[in-house]
């Protein structure tokens, strides 16, 4: 069984891009290969920056021959439909065959295909891979008209057994296939040819090149490792750089360097993101005092001076950019002692505060400061529901985002909150204040931390129900998988934040009285740019508000809340809680309560897992059902109090005394919230529901019991529906 | 991986330039012998070498093309003062454009680092990822920024699109930043210090020498010397002029040739950016009227680009494009 190899030799291929492109190499041709009847046994792919290699093994010589017979029109029929027959089948009339059916005499195509040999199978399928690749962005170049991530210049295509090895010839916009590839670009730039995967791979090798990305990657960190180990040291771990730095060599050569002694002083996490952004460079810490003192290079060349050149010329790029940095830490500093503390007082205003004014959040929700001011009064509403100082969480939110300003977030944007935490330190700020900055954007993704510090909660929900409310108040929701403002991400960290902390908020209030603050923002805002453009303030405030539909505040803040029930579907549903559930919990008061509605959907789930829970649904579900019949035959409502005294069964008397009981048991539990002994208690009446089924016809002809039975369905209904809406469940 | 053997070490030792002159003489003499076209800059202010017509204009239509140049650009928020060791408002740019690109681009550009002294069998060269985009040109191409030990040394780009316009065929450009790249090969610290002309010469000259006073000069008039009331006004000027331009009907009455004023409204598009960025210099433009006033600059390069395409110079090999 031959095997075959693939080489798609082009100029750098961009490090973010080689798995995703290593792995669709792979299925494109072997799906292609295997649809076409060809079956292999294994295959792999590699990729260095300028190589994208495919090894299949165990390949079949040719495809096995395949025979299809296919039913046509009646031989009577209009001449169009025999034509169409025979597009479709690229036969020709005379190779038709004709045979008796039911309805006659039929027309049959019996096609045949013979087997096809491998390397015209291979042929085709390479050329469509080539020309369909699915890059997330592709070019031309030169005159041509083929699409690459970069130019493209050889196509390695061989097929190799015991006897020896056959290129498979094609073409691609006029690249011709060939058995030859190339060494490292500066340490081995000659052509050389092949004559299997391990011929290419050791060749390669030889020629400087480490074909595996894996093998590069242990490479790297095992050298960066035992550079960093002799001097005492050791590499902070970054797997995503790992990644991006052997996608960027085909012969990696770690340097280590030290970090200029000026520098040690800024915080490690700025070191860490100018090294890592800008010089792709590795973190090297000191153990003893677990400051970053070195970096470590990888370089994709060996050099007569074993690398002196280029850690130098890396050392001094790093000094530059640390030099920024540092200049950067220090006047934030300056700023941040200023006037930071004074601005929060409101005393003074810090220059970052006054430039917050001049940032647009949203053209239409004002600026930033704007923002802020609405973030700390919500912070300070909120406060008291996660346990917060109100003062403290108002004053942490008026601090949070200003380290926008900063010069350093300026630089480096994925700092921010960060910054903001060592500026409000440096102003003198309590811990819980600093730390809000830092904390405040959390949780950032379904699998980051909540924060739990009441300050933090305080002002990471006002941030996001701000950033909800603002966008919906001007209609910019998130449709299908657009979410430019990142909505359902808030919405999900509103959630996380609730329910992490056990806060008791009613959002609705929440939502209501903040898009008060909104709507009036977006007047100021309109008004603001009218006095810019010479504008009617009112014609723009009236413009502006009828835009946004937000005079309809209900409908706006009952949408919102469905997104955010939307939301905590997807959230609970990961939890394991079922989605008939939740809508059964949903359709109950308080569901903008988000713990009382999770406390509810957690008790009912747990009903729902025991057995006479189940079998209650069954038989409330039915007692519903006939009611509801009865009600709409007879045109009234089963509400009046059902009797005992007309009760004419044992079963329905028990009945009676099990919802008297269970009702003495429910009401004062739910009074206080006790869910798990309320649908206990509900649980109860499975047994006694079921024999009164069982023992009890409801339509009789007696008048007045068939009236007294259905009330007192009637009350199975209204005790069970107190607990859910247990119509909302399935089956 | 540092105990494999050595090999493809440096063929001939390359003498190491003195002086930020000569880069640019060995810049010019190794483009001109591979037969680019050496051009002067263009006269006129701007953000850079991209701007010249002989890239913008000419990397439009199927004409060959080959052409390289030094173009001073401004960039007027960069203005330091002359204090700050590598930021400028006025610098240079080293611009070569080759029309289809060849397909031994990356080894030609590879010989202009060897020549000015940059071995990559000493250094570290590498081609890491980097798109490039031109908001106000309504151009983009793919490419990489080229890394010399951890320096970004120039810009290596295959445009897809100018002004709107599909590149076919694709022209392969590439952009030295002049006075970083000197820095490095010459082992300077501060701009100012560099050795402009032969530090042996009889009157030797850094780059502040010539730059310094300038630098003070206009980054105090880019940040708070220009009358933006007036440059506002200039900005209206050329947006308008470069749509009279364009509004003039092919045919010439006084010639009776066909003569589309292409390149003079370019001009338009080229004085309106440059007043665009000193206005953003000056601080008088929002975030949000930022992006407006790209869009209307990107508005004038695409009707000059639409022009250009009319004109012979533009056109499609077969006659001029629809």
């Known amino acids: 069984m031959p095997d075959l190899l693939i080489e798609l030799f082009s100029e750098e291929i961009p490090a973010r891009m080689q798995a995703r492109a290593r792995a669709d190499l792979q299925k494109l041709v072997t799906d292609g290969l295997v649809e076409a009847g060809l079956t292999y046994a294994s295959a792999a792919a590699f990729s260095t920056p300028r190589r994208l290699t495919l090894a299949i093994e165990g390949l079949t010589a040719e495809s096995r021959p395949v025979r299809e017979e296919r039913k046509g029109p009646n031989t009577s029929a209009p001449a169009q439909a025999v034509e169409g027959f025979l597009r479709s089948t690229g036969l020709s009339l005379e190779q038709l065959e004709k045979r008796a059916d039911k309805k006659g005499e039929v027309y049959f195509a019996v096609i045949e295909r013979p087997g096809r040999r491998a390397p015209e199978i291979i042929a085709d399928v390479l050329d469509a891979t080539i020309r369909n690749f699915p890059w997330p962005k592709s070019m031309r170049w030169g005159s041509g008209s083929l699409r690459w991530v970069r130019p493209l210049h050889s196509i390695l295509c061989l097929l190799s057994d015991e006897g020896g090895a056959e290129v498979v010839p094609l073409s691609v916009d006029g690249i011709a296939s060939g058995n030859t590839t190339r060494g490292h670009r500066f340490l081995s730039p000659g052509v050389f040819s092949v004559t299997n995967?391990?011929?290419?791979?050791?060749?390669?090798?030889?020629?400087?090149?480490?074909?595996?990305?894996?093998?590069?990657?242990?490479?790297?960190?095992?050298?960066?490792?035992?550079?960093?180990?002799?001097?005492?040291?050791?590499?902070?771990e970054d797997r995503a750089l790992l990644t991006e730095v052997a996608g960027l060599v085909e012969w990696p050569v770690p340097l280590m360097g030290r970090i200029g002694d000026d520098f040690l002083g800024l915080p490690p996490e700025v070191l860490q993101t100018s090294m890592?952004?800008?010089?792709?460079?590795?973190?090297?810490?000191?153990?003893?005092?677990?400051?970053?003192?070195?970096?470590?290079?990888?370089?994709?060349?060996?050099?007569?001076?074993?690398?002196?050149?280029?850690?130098?010329?890396?050392?001094?790029?790093?000094?530059?950019?640390?030099?920024?940095?540092?200049?950067?830490?220090?006047?934030?500093?300056?700023?941040?002692?200023?006037?930071?503390?004074?601005?929060?007082?409101?005393?003074?205003?810090?220059?970052?505060?006054?430039?917050?004014?001049?940032?647009?959040?949203?053209?239409?929700?004002?600026?930033?400061?704007?923002?802020?001011?609405?973030?700390?009064?919500?912070?300070?509403?909120?406060?008291?529901?996660?346990?917060?100082?109100?003062?403290?969480?108002?004053?942490?939110?008026?601090?949070?985002?200003?380290?926008?300003?900063?010069?350093?977030?300026?630089?480096?944007?994925?700092?921010?909150?960060?910054?903001?935490?060592?500026?409000?330190?440096?102003?003198?700020?309590?811990?819980?204040?600093?730390?809000?900055?830092?904390?405040?954007?959390?949780?950032?993704?379904?699998?980051?931390?909540?924060?739990?510090?009441?300050?933090?909660?305080?002002?990471?929900?006002?941030?996001?129900?701000?950033?909800?409310?603002?966008?919906?108040?001007?209609?910019?929701?998130?449709?299908?998988?657009?979410?430019?403002?990142?909505?359902?991400?808030?919405?999900?960290?509103?959630?996380?934040?609730?329910?992490?902390?056990?806060?008791?908020?009613?959002?609705?209030?929440?939502?209501?009285?903040?898009?008060?603050?909104?709507?009036?923002?977006?007047?100021?805002?309109?008004?603001?740019?009218?006095?810019?453009?010479?504008?009617?303030?009112?014609?723009?405030?009236?413009?502006?508000?009828?835009?946004?539909?937000?005079?309809?505040?209900?409908?706006?803040?009952?949408?919102?809340?469905?997104?955010?029930?939307?939301?905590?579907?997807?959230?609970?549903k990961d939890q394991g809680i079922r989605h008939d559930v939740i809508d059964a919990c949903l359709a109950m008061p308080g569901n903008d309560d988000l713990p009382l509605l999770v406390k509810r959907a957690t008790a009912l789930q747990a009903t729902l897992q025991t057995e006479d829970g189940a079998n209650l649904v069954a038989g409330f579900k039915r007692a519903n059902n006939i009611l509801t019949q009865a009600e709409q035959k007879d045109g009234v409502e089963y509400s009046y109090g059902a009797d005992p005294k007309f009760a004419e069964t044992d079963e329905e008397r028990a009945l009676f005394a099990a919802l008297d009981h269970a009702d003495a048991l429910i009401a004062p539990a739910m009074k206080t919230e006790d869910f798990a002994t309320a649908m206990q208690a509900m649980a109860t009446l499975r047994a006694p529901i079921d024999a009164f089924f069982t023992a009890t016809q409801i339509n009789t002809d007696n008048q007045i019991v068939r009236r007294n039975r259905l009330n007192l369905l009637h009350r199975i209904r209204t005790i069970c529906l107190s607990v859910a809406d247990l119509t909302k469940l399935d089956g | 991986m540092s105990d494999m053997p050595l090999t493809g070490a440096s063929p001939s030792a390359i003498t190491a330039p003195r002086s930020f002159q000569e880069i640019i003489l060995r810049l010019q003499s190794y483009w001109a012998a591979k037969g680019c076209a050496i051009l002067q800059p263009y006269d006129m202010e701007v953000g850079a070498g991209t701007f010249h017509p002989a890239t913008t204009l000419r990397s439009l239509g199927t004409k060959p093309w080959a052409a390289a140049y030094v173009q001073p650009s401004r960039r007027p928020t960069d203005g330091r003062y002359g204090e700050n060791p590598n930021r400028l408002q006025h610098y240079y740019q080293y611009q070569v454009i080759i029309k289809p690109s060849p397909p031994d681009l990356q080894d030609l550009y590879l010989g202009s680092l060897r020549a000015i002294g940059l071995d990559p069998a000493l250094h570290d060269i590498r081609f890491v990822e980097d798109d490039w985009e031109s908001p106000t040109l309504g151009a983009w191409g793919l490419g990489w920024e080229v890394w010399c030990d951890g320096m970004e040394v120039s810009q290596f780009t295959y445009f897809q699109q100018v002004g709107g316009h599909d590149c076919r065929p694709v022209s392969g450009e590439l952009t030295y930043g002049l006075e970083r790249l000197a820095m490095y090969v010459l082992g300077v610290d501060h701009v100012m210090t560099m050795p402009f002309n032969d530090p042996a010469s009889p009157i030797p000259l850094t780059y502040g020498d010539i730059f310094r006073q300038t630098e003070e000069e206009y980054s105090r008039h880019n940040f708070d010397g220009a009358d933006t009331a007036q440059l506002l006004r200039h900005f209206e000027d050329a947006e308008a002029e470069c749509d009279r331009l364009l509004g003039f009907p092919p045919e010439d009455p006084k010639t009776g040739k066909r003569i589309i004023m292409a390149h003079p409204a370019y001009d338009q598009t080229i004085k309106a950016s440059h007043l665009f960025n000193l206005l953003d210099a000056r601080g008088v433009i929002s975030v949000t009227e930022r992006q407006a006033y790209i869009g209307r600059v990107r508005a004038l390069a695409k009707k000059c680009a639409d022009a250009f395409r009319q004109t012979e110079a533009g056109a499609d090999a077969e006659g001029v494009s629809a």
């Open chain 1, 197 to 236: 995967f391990d011929d290419y791979a050791a060749k390669l090798k030889r020629a400087h090149v480490v074909l595996d990305s894996a093998e590069r990657e242990a490479a790297i960190w095992h050298d960066a490792q035992t550079l960093a180990f002799a001097a005492g040291l050791e590499v902070v």
């Open chain 1, 276 to 572: 890592r952004e800008h010089q792709k460079f590795f973190s090297v810490k000191n153990p003893k005092t677990g400051r970053i003192e070195g970096f470590v290079t990888v370089a994709n060349t060996i050099t007569a001076d074993h690398g002196a050149t280029i850690l130098k010329g890396n050392q001094k790029v790093l000094a530059a950019r640390l030099s920024d940095a540092k200049f950067f830490w220090e006047n934030d500093l300056r700023v941040a002692k200023s006037g930071m503390a004074e601005w929060a007082d409101g005393l003074k205003m810090a220059e970052w505060a006054d430039g917050l004014k001049a940032v647009t959040f949203h053209n239409k929700l004002g600026s930033q400061s704007d923002r802020i001011a609405r973030i700390a009064a919500l912070a300070r509403e909120i406060a008291p529901m996660v346990g917060a100082d109100p003062d403290l969480a108002e004053r942490a939110a008026r601090l949070a985002k200003l380290d926008l300003r900063s010069a350093m977030v300026g630089e480096f944007p994925e700092l921010q909150g960060l910054m903001g935490m060592y500026y409000a330190r440096a102003a003198g700020e309590p811990d819980a204040v600093a730390n809000a900055a830092r904390d405040h954007y959390s949780p950032l993704g379904p699998s980051d931390a909540v924060p739990t510090d009441p300050v933090s909660v305080a002002v990471a929900l006002a941030d996001k129900i701000d950033t909800l409310t603002g966008f919906w108040a001007i209609d910019e929701k998130p449709t299908g998988s657009k979410d430019p403002f990142a909505l359902r991400r808030a919405a999900l960290g509103v959630i996380r934040l609730v329910l992490g902390n056990g806060a008791s908020t009613e959002i609705s209030t929440k939502l209501i009285t903040h898009l008060d603050i909104v709507l009036s923002d977006i007047a100021m805002t309109a008004r603001r740019q009218a006095q810019q453009s010479g504008g009617d303030f009112m014609v723009a405030i009236g413009q502006a508000l009828k835009e946004v539909d937000g005079i309809q505040v209900p409908v706006t803040i009952l949408d919102l809340l469905a997104f955010l029930h939307d939301r905590l579907k997807v959230f609970l």
